[in-house]
T-cell receptor, first 114, second 114 residues
Framework: DADVTQTPRNRITKTGKRIMLECSQTKGHDRMYWYRQDPGLGLRLIYYSFDVKDINKGEISDGYSVSRQAQAKFSLSLESAIPNQTALYFC?????????????FGPGTRLTVL | GQNIDQPTEMTATEGAIVQINCTYQTSGFNGLFWYQQHAGEAPTFLSYNVLDGLEEKGRFSSFLSRSKGYSYLLLKELQMKDSASYLCAVPLAYSGAGSYQLTFGKGTKLSVIP
């Protein structure tokens, strides 16, 4: 089983709809992140959480909100989706005690807003 | 702030050696990461350099010069499966206990041809 999972993997929605993307992990990591990836722009950080009660804005948080329901779950919401939020979204985790400080990425959610 | 530059695209021949460069500007240095990302898939960790010099890991090596704000990823004995994007990333902020927010470069798309 994958250590970091994302649901759904693909979603097509319409402008103005509320969308929730979910991320779950079995790695036991405290740190979780949400990124979006756009062609030519690379990966950009939306929100991150270092613990269940900790939420921090990243580079591009406008139009998004998050919820850290448990150590293993971190959800990203688009309250009113707009077409320029069409992108590939990745969740990631990291272990603060790890030697390499690497982040582990989920498989991604491809979101299309029409 | 952070600024990361890497070439947009590169092409190399199967069996050859290719070097992918990354230059960065950061207010505080806490290491440099390289990730590999195949099209439509999640980024996967390749290397983490925090000290100057070359670190070798099989066919892949990563070099860092902190004084020059420069790193490169060296891929030897190229294989077709090495066709992917290679992402350079530096930590945006250190939150203590070894965890970081990462700022990613836009990635270098490597095409390996027969």
């Amino acid at each position: 089983d994958a250590d970091v999972t994302q649901t759904p993997r693909n979603r097509i929605t319409k402008t103005g709809k509320r969308i929730m993307l979910e991320c779950s992990q079995t790695k036991g990591h405290d740190r979780m992140y949400w990124y979006r990836q756009d062609p030519g722009l690379g990966l950009r950080l939306i929100y991150y959480s270092f613990d269940v009660k900790d939420i921090n804005k990243g580079e591009i948080s406008d139009g998004y909100s998050v919820s850290r329901q448990a150590q293993a779950k971190f959800s990203l919401s688009l309250e009113s989706a707009i077409p320029n939020q069409t992108a590939l979204y990745f969740c990631a985790t990291s272990d603060p005690t790890g030697l390499s400080n690497e982040q582990f990425f989920g498989p991604g959610t491809r979101l299309t807003v029409l | 702030g952070q600024n990361i530059d890497q070439p947009t695209e590169m092409t190399a021949t199967e069996g050859a050696i290719v070097q992918i460069n990354c230059t960065y500007q950061t207010s505080g240095f806490n290491g440099l990461f390289w990730y590999q990302q195949h099209a439509g898939e999640a980024p996967t960790f390749l290397s983490y350099n925090v000290l100057d010099g070359l670190e070798e890991k099989g066919r892949f090596s990563s070099f860092l010069s902190r004084s020059k704000g420069y790193s490169y990823l060296l891929l030897k004995e190229l294989q077709m499966k090495d066709s992917a994007s290679y992402l350079c990333a530096v930590p945006l902020a250190y939150s203590g206990a070894g965890s970081y927010q990462l700022t990613f470069g836009k990635g270098t798309k490597l095409s390996v041809i027969p």
